[in-house]
């Protein structure tokens, strides 16, 4: 991962690890929805990152980035857990 990769992934907003178990992925047309309950964190996390779209592209980037990240460490066969956002 390229040092502008390792940025994206550090200047976002995460969420505690224990919130992200309210977030579900579904699969969409053109990618991913992501949805979350009602006032939870996780919803308040995506519902920030969807003000405008600057914040939901710099969210996509990272996002993509952390699920790239992870991905390379299982192909790598790693089996440690990978912190969000780093």
């Known amino acids: 991962m390229d040092t502008s990769e390792e940025e994206k992934l550090h200047e976002i907003w995460w969420p505690s690890p224990e919130a992200l178990w309210d977030l579900t992925v579904e699969d969409a047309e053109h990618g991913f929805t992501l949805i979350a309950p009602d006032n939870t964190e996780c919803a308040a996390w995506l ?28 192909e790598n066969g790693s089996q440690e857990q990978v912190p969000v956002g780093g």
């Not at 969807?50 to 390379?72: I, P, S």
Request: hydrophobic share 35%; aromatic share 18%; net charge neutral.
């Open 47 to 74: 519902g920030y990152y969807n003000q405008t779209d600057e914040l939901r592209e710099r969210f996509n980037q990272a996002f993509v980035a952390c699920l790239a990240q992870y991905l390379g460490r299982l």
